[in-house]
DNA sequence: CTGAAAGCGCTTACAG
DNA sequence: CTGAAAGCGCTTACAG
């Protein structure tokens, strides 16, 4: 069974198919179609179950209402999330979303965003990842529409939606320090990363602005390839008795999870023995015993932020060179693991 | 900027697009083209950055190298899982994914796969929602190849991946009885998906096969809407003293995440108050204290197994009525949730 | 009010 | 060995 076309249903009523295009498009009106002519290609058009081949309405229309969406990895919990409130935001606008998965790997970035453009694609949500400044220039060039979201390239004048991630981790080891932990310890993934960074620096300024020295020493960063090693390691050494730590700090979702495994593995309790808060949070946090004290981001409003920005510059053609940048406050959630 | 077009390049080497297409799709060989001028056609095209247009190709080969995921929720940890393994092996075959949640509603079930259809996917991986029989069978009439996974559709025959619910509730509710807890809730959803009922009946005959009775009583079907909530209730429920329960199993990854949640509001430790197994495993899981004993699914085997199923019969045009059922194993992780 | 034609960018069977 | 042509299914400017 073939699919219907315009052609056969043109042929079927004896018109042509630019009139069933017309009328189908919602467009009888305005070209003064008969409303007679109209009802008939409608009904037809129902009782034949006609759907448009939509790559031949992209091709044509130079447009294919795909946007595709490129994270780290989609299967961790942040990046899932966006993924699915970037759907939820796309579908509003009638846009289906590819997804694909970069692994911090700037090559691999570079791979996709080449391919999915290939694929006419109208636009890019981007996680960027280290070193992508190349690829995410190449695109600004082709004049092709996109947004950068989580982290943002300092040295590029992009959109970008991402959260305040100085300002959060500002506030909240100020907060440990308040409740006394003066030795509190930063675990960190190596990264030039700009959410990384700022939330380093903010750790940092906290600590400096409570007139506390050597915090440098307290400070760890992970490889990103032996990830889970680094991050049990960095637990282990800095929750060794010599340094007095009794607060740790994570600064993203997966360096909390593990770290979290890694101080349960050394049999020490949370929060009589070590106090911990977490960038990020999710489900796990809500669960755990006792529950952790974590630094929510805005997920969804960050996602339909971004795409909102991105649809917005797809349809209006020509690209502005003004962009849109939007830092959103997170939401500070005190549990018990801090208290 | 405009993209560099095979005619582009036919043009200034004053040559016809035919031999361009013949030549950079590597077909220069078999329709005896002169070495001389593929390489001069190659060269040009890799100075021009040539991109072929894929749309264009996709329209006129009938094909669009895209397939569709849709799963419940992308945002589930089980699903997103899926998502990237998908992701992965699409990814060997040159396929591209775009994904898309059903939120176990049937109706959006329909409307995405007719969605996705008008946009020439080449393929479906599904997660049934239950009532969708109506719209896997149109997908079946019209020859469109699909894979279901995770859930099945025995009034249906079609491609399947799954894991063995049955067997391994089966096994994880005996291994609870051999501990001694003799009497063992079960948290399930309300739902005809086959998923949920195997894993029911699979509780159901461990507790026969052990002589026992009346654990009809024992048995919660939360409903989907309201599900927290419901959740939440089972458990104080089945927790009331009257029960003398010891022991609860979860038959999947949401209700256990929430139940050990309401667990840990009732002030009630696991496993001394209560031992628990969940269905499904996640990184939050080992992370409770103490980890949760649990069922974990083989996600990338699964996923796996579907794409390569979809893709060969994608390939192979002319669909075979003969289907490929796969039932998987699961891997029983005893951690100290129950013991 | 409606139709014929061009064209989006590609591939492939056909002719020479 | 290479080119001209048809066609995938659509939309839209143009002609009448």
Known sequence: ???????????KLGVSKSLVSLVLNGKAKQNRIGDEISKKVINLAQELNYQPNQMARSLRLGRSETIALIVADISNSFFARMGRAVEDEADKHGFKV???????????????????????????IIS????????????KKNNIPFVLIDRYLPQIKTNYVVADNYNSTYKAVKFMLEKGYKKTGFITVSSALSNMKERLQGYKDAMKSYGLRGYGNYVREVDYKNFNEGVDEAVKELLLPINNLRALFFASLRIGMEAIKSINDLNLRIPQDVAVISFDDT??????????TAIAQPINL????????????????????????????TEFIIRESCC
């Open 302 to 329: 960050m996602s339909s932020e971004a795409v909102k920005i991105l649809i917005n510059e797809i349809k209006k053609k020509n690209i502005k060179t003004e962009k849109t940048q939007i830092v959103l406050e």
């Open 98 to 124: 590819i997804f694909s998965s970069s692994d911090e790997n700037p090559d691999k970035l570079g791979e996709l965003i080449n391919v999915l453009t290939d694929r006419q694609v109208d636009g890019f």
């Open 128 to 139: 960027p990842t280290i070193n992508s400044n190349e690829h995410i220039l190449k695109l």
């Open 283 to 292: 489900d796990a946090y809500k669960l755990c015993y006792p529950p952790i």
């Open 1 to 11: 069974m073939k699919k219907t076309s315009l052609n056969d249903i043109a042929n």
